[in-house]
């Protein structure tokens, strides 16, 4: 399981474009949850059956998609969506 961290703009197009990045790829993530903070938009997804390669590419593209200010990868392949860590203690 691949996670992605995604800090944007709050700009109403921000999610569909980081969306658009993996529905060019025909992946569907298996977990999208975004957070509006203080100036920003938090943006984690998690997807699946992903090789380390095909991350890291991905990562990038969204890092020059418009509005993205951030962009971290956690490629553990053992790792759980976001959110799962707190329910399971």
Sequence with gaps: MH???????????SLPRIAGVFAQRAIVPSMMRMEA?????????????LDDMRAAVIAAKLGETVAVIE??????????????ESLAA
Excluded: N, T
Aim: proline share 8%; net charge neutral; charged share 25%.
């Design 37 to 49: 903070g203080s100036g920003f938009l938090r943006i984690e997804v998690a997807a699946a059956g």
């Design 71 to 84: 962009v971290a990868l956690d490629g553990r392949k053992e790792a759980a969506p976001f959110g799962v």
């Design 3 to 13: 996670r992605f961290r995604i800090d944007a703009l709050p700009d109403p197009q």
